[in-house]
């Protein structure tokens, strides 16, 4: 069954915590609610948006259309050999909870990537990452609802175009245009832990390393650095760590010689746009309720009463400053709407 509901406010499905409100909201529960519902003329006429828990997301206003929602929420394992598991999770499961149901089952490959907010649907599309994981690692198919072709397409991991919080279904022209309605994963029953990336070693020094101590130190780690969008909203990292050719860095370095970097290859590094925005001072700088996050400058928050305008200055004034000090142009991870 299809839950429509009007004048909705997204309270709920925006972490950013901004009281905005669609005109419509709707939630599908199975593949075949939401064919019926996309290839009715009511959809089709209005301008419409898929939404997870809106953890990437930035209103900017209210919407003037159909933002849609999936609540397909069951999980259910498809094959096993002795090795792997293949698990296929609808698009509304809590992407934390299938985190903890694989570490509580001893299937590896996600653990790092433990209490990021979002759904599993956003998350894929999103492809998100932490300490060292990308979802993309363990992600098989992408089950998606096309609405050109009218009809559901799987999408082989291969199909995705994963890259950098990047995939297929967010580029021009896809984006919007395809509803993820289940993810298939495969998981290892022999985890192979992943604890190069940042502090995570030291924070497990002296414990076995296990799939729960590892969750755990993520979600300690988490928990230090980055504000709970439950208390304070924000979308965790408001930009993505930029790119740079080796010259540039080169030149950069010469002025600035303790800037961090991380190689992607022979060509570019990846550059913390943490650092470059700590550098210009910003960390406090606000625009009405809206704030540079002290403890982690790659997070703007929501101190209460923000608008999406006063993030969006917020975030403009951010990369004029970036770009003025280090000709670097700084991208948002957030989505804008
Ligand atoms: N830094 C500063 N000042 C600060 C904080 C950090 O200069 O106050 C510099 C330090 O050099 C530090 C570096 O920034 O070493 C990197 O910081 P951190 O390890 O927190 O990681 P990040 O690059 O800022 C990325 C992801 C996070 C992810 C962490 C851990 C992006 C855009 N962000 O942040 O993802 O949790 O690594 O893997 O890639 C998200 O996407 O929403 C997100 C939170």
């Given at each position: 069954m299809m839950k429509i509901k009007e004048n909705y406010s997204l309270l709920?499905?925006?972490?950013?915590?901004?009281?905005?409100k669609t005109r419509w909201f709707a939630e599908y529960e199975s593949e075949e609610d939401l064919a019926r519902f996309v290839s009715d003329t009511f959809f089709r006429s209005q301008q419409s948006c898929p939404v997870g828990?809106?953890?990437?997301?930035?209103?900017?206003?209210?919407?003037?259309?159909?933002?849609?929602?999936?609540?397909?929420?069951?999980?259910?394992?498809?094959?096993?050999?002795?090795?792997?598991v293949y698990i296929q999770s609808g698009a509304g499961v809590v992407w934390d909870h299938l985190v903890a149901y694989c570490v509580q089952n001893g299937w590896g490959g996600i653990?790092?990537?433990?209490?990021?907010?979002?759904?599993?649907?956003?998350?894929?599309?999103?492809?998100?990452?932490?300490?060292?994981?990308?979802?993309?690692?363990?992600?098989?198919?992408?089950?998606?609802?096309?609405?050109?072709?009218?009809?559901?397409?799987?999408?082989?991991?291969?199909?995705?175009?994963?890259?950098?919080?990047?995939?297929?279904?967010k580029k021009e022209p896809n984006k919007g245009r395809f509803y993820v309605t289940y993810v298939v994963f495969r998981f290892s029953k022999h985890p192979n832990f992943n604890l190069e990336y940042g502090n995570l070693k030291e924070v497990l020094h002296g414990k076995t390393i296990t799939l729960q101590s590892v969750r755990e130190a993520v979600i300690a780690i988490r928990?230090?650095?980055l504000p709970d969008p439950k208390l304070m909203g924000n979308a965790g990292s408001f930009f993505k760590n930029p790119y740079?050719?080796?010259?540039?860095?080169?030149?950069?370095?010469?002025a600035y010689p303790d800037m961090p970097f991380y190689p992607v290859n022979d060509e570019v590094v990846k550059v913390p746009a943490a650092w470059l925005i700590d550098q210009c001072g910003m960390k406090g700088a606000t625009v009405g309720g809206a704030a540079i996050f002290e403890r982690q400058p790659l997070v703007i928050v929501n101190?209460?009463?923000?608008?999406?305008?006063?993030?969006?200055?917020?975030?403009?004034?951010?990369?004029?400053?970036?770009?003025?000090?280090?000709?670097?142009?700084?991208?948002?991870?957030?989505n804008y709407i």
């Open positions: 709920a499905h925006n972490t950013f915590g901004l009281d905005v828990q809106g953890s990437n997301l930035l209103f900017l206003d209210d919407f003037i259309g159909i933002i849609v929602h999936s609540a397909i929420r069951n999980v259910s394992v498809l094959k096993e050999d002795a090795d792997w653990e790092n990537l433990s209490l990021i907010p979002g759904e599993v649907g956003a998350a894929a599309v999103q492809n998100i990452g932490a300490y060292g994981s990308e979802i993309q690692d363990a992600i098989v198919e992408v089950h998606a609802f096309s609405l050109e072709k009218n009809q559901k397409v799987i999408f082989h991991r291969s199909e995705c175009e994963f890259g950098y919080r990047e995939s297929f279904f928990q230090h650095k740079l050719c080796i010259a540039h860095l080169q030149g950069l370095r010469k101190k209460g009463g923000a608008t999406g305008n006063d993030i969006a200055q917020l975030a403009e004034k951010v990369k004029t400053a970036v770009k003025q000090k280090f000709g670097v142009e700084l991208r948002p991870e957030v």
